[in-house]
T-cell receptor, first 111, second 116 residues
Framework: DAKTTQPPSMDCAEGRAANLPCNHS???????VYWYRQIHSQGPQYIIHGLKNNETNEMASLIITEDRKSSTLILPHATLRDTAVYYCIVSLSGSARQLTFGSGTQLTVLP | GAVVSQHPSRVICKSGTSVKIECRSL??????MFWYRQFPKQSLMLMAT?????????EQGVEKDKFLINHASLTLSTLTVTSAHPEDSSFYIC????????????FGPGTRLTVL
């Protein structure tokens, strides 16, 4: 699986959009970009994933560049409960595929 | 959405004893489940892949005789930490996928193991 690079930490004001970047320059054509987050002392929570097109769900939007070498997770209106470590993971699809976690980005939403 | 549960959520045991952790997929069947371990201030590390009806596959450096995995049904995998020692104290997390489009992995809430 391709390796990802994320900033170690970011701050965001409550109510503002949080934009979390991820670089995955070695991604292959059939690898997906997955985003998870982990609130302290809990299991990771799935947020969103995509292959080529931008994706949006009730939690967030995922913007993938045309060359697929980077992506941005957007939380449109961050709340204090969004404070967590956010992981960007690149992986082939498949229920038998494990996920390789990097260091992630610690997002702190400030009041 | 798909739900994965773990039991217990927290366990404290004496050194030398064995501890069993259960991972259940509540609303889907999973032929494959994964077990991860997370030490304080570190990321999740894959320990093993649990396969229903067959032997688990362990990552390099993980002792298969110490971390026994049983995946007896399509909704249950168990991890038994045998002869636990203080260095086994960690946060153990399982995941599973319902095998639908995108094959998203869903994670359990984790089990905090403390070995005294």
């Amino acid at each position: 699986d391709a390796k990802t690079t994320q900033p170690p930490s970011m701050d965001c004001a409550e109510g503002r959009a949080a934009n979390l970047p991820c670089n995955h320059s070695t991604i292959s054509g059939n690898e997906y970009v997955y985003w998870y987050r982990q609130i302290h002392s809990q299991g990771p929570q799935y947020i969103i994933h995509g292959l080529k097109n931008n994706e949006t769900n009730e939690m967030a939007s995922l913007i993938i560049t045309e060359d697929r070498k980077s992506s941005t997770l957007i939380l449109p209106h961050a709340t204090l409960r969004d404070t967590a470590v956010y992981y960007c993971i690149v992986s082939l699809s498949g229920s038998a595929r494990q996920l390789t976690f990097g260091s992630g980005t610690q997002l702190t939403v400030l009041p | 959405g798909a739900v994965v549960s773990q039991h217990p959520s927290r366990v404290i045991c004496k050194s030398g004893t064995s501890v069993k952790i259960e991972c259940r997929s509540l609303d889907f069947q999973a032929t494959t489940m994964f077990w991860y371990r997370q030490f304080p201030k570190q990321s999740l590390m894959l320990m093993a892949t649990s396969n229903e009806g067959s032997k688990a596959t362990y990552e390099q450096g993980v002792e298969k005789d110490k971390f026994l995995i049983n995946h007896a049904s399509l909704t249950l995998s168990t991890l038994t930490v045998t002869s636990a020692h203080p260095e086994d104290s960690s946060f153990y997390i399982c995941s599973a996928s319902p095998g639908l489009a995108g094959d998203t992995q869903y994670f359990g809430p984790g089990t905090r193991l403390t070995v005294l």
